[in-house]
C-alpha cells in the first residue's frame, strides 16, 4: 500500500507535537527556565518535521516488511 504525500505530512506533525511537549519538559527540568525550555522546542519542532517527513517518504519507498494484498476475485 502507498501513502499520499499529505499523509506523512500529517504523521510527522502529530508526532513532532508529542515530541515537542517532551522536549519542552524535559528542557524546563534539566534548566528550570520557561524561556529556554521555549527556545528549545520551537527550533526542533521545524528541524525534526522536516526530518521526520523524509525518513518516513524514504520507508514508505523500502518494500522490507510490506504484504502487497490482492482483491479476491469471486465468481458467481
Do not use: C
Not at 528549545?40 to 510490506?66: A, D, M, P, Q
Amino acid at each position: 500500500m502507498k501513502e499520499k504525500n499529505y499523509r506523512s505530512l500529517l504523521k510527522s506533525v502529530s508526532w513532532r507535537l508529542t515530541g515537542t511537549i517532551d522536549t519542552f519538559v524535559i528542557s524546563f527540568l534539566i534548566t528550570g527556565q520557561v524561556k529556554t525550555a521555549i527556545s528549545i522546542s520551537g527550533v526542533e519542532i521545524l528541524t525534526k518535521i522536516t526530518l521526520y517527513y523524509f525518513h518516513e517518504r524514504l520507508w514508505n519507498k523500502i518494500k522490507i516488511g510490506k504484504i502487497v494484498e490482492t482483491p479476491i476475485d469471486y465468481q458467481i
